[in-house]
């Protein structure tokens, strides 16, 4: 009885709250700090592609929406020749982000994807490549790369004694 009472009241209130229509898009609604949309491809400082072709972003993707075919450059490097991404399978959880050893894939707040036409939202690397470095302007995969980090300073065990 006391559960049913419980559920009555919660359902009053929430009846008798004031609505809270949101006037979209004339109005933007507020996303949280961490919101995850659109995907991007971003550069290195210099201009050129951060994305490696490695591949790893595609084998971590839960529902295998991204395609990534590997070229190579004269110099050895290699980069997509083709990268494409189905939005509308695209689950948006972030997982490719995580896996780009090279920071190339990045989430952004976009989340206006809608279109009338399935093709249309698959996109492809003109589609995806930015001109800016997106979210970490100074990193540049290639300083980075096979070198030895240093070592961070060593503690003190016998400092940390009250």
């Known amino acids: 009885m006391i559960g049913m009472l419980k559920s009555l009241w919660a359902v009053g209130r929430k009846l008798l709250a004031p609505t809270q229509t949101q006037l979209y898009p004339e109005e933007q609604p507020l996303l949280?700090?961490?919101?995850?949309?659109?995907?991007i491809l971003s550069r290195d400082p210099d201009g050129a592609e951060r994305c490696v072709a490695c591949n790893l972003c595609a084998v971590v993707c839960p529902v295998d929406c991204i395609e990534v075919v590997k070229a190579e450059t004269v110099e050895g490097r290699w980069y997509p020749e083709t990268f494409r991404i189905n939005f509308a399978r695209c689950i948006f959880c972030g997982l490719c982000e995580e896996a780009c050893p090279t920071a190339a894939i990045q989430l952004t707040p976009d989340f206006e994807l809608a279109d009338y036409a399935r093709a249309s939202l698959v996109y492809d690397k003109p589609d995806l490549l930015i001109a800016g470095t997106g979210k970490y302007p100074g990193y540049r995969y290639w300083d980075v790369a096979g070198k030895a980090q240093p070592a961070p300073p060593s503690v003190d065990v016998k400092g940390l004694e009250p």
């Open 32 to 39: 949280a700090p961490r919101y995850r949309g659109r995907i």
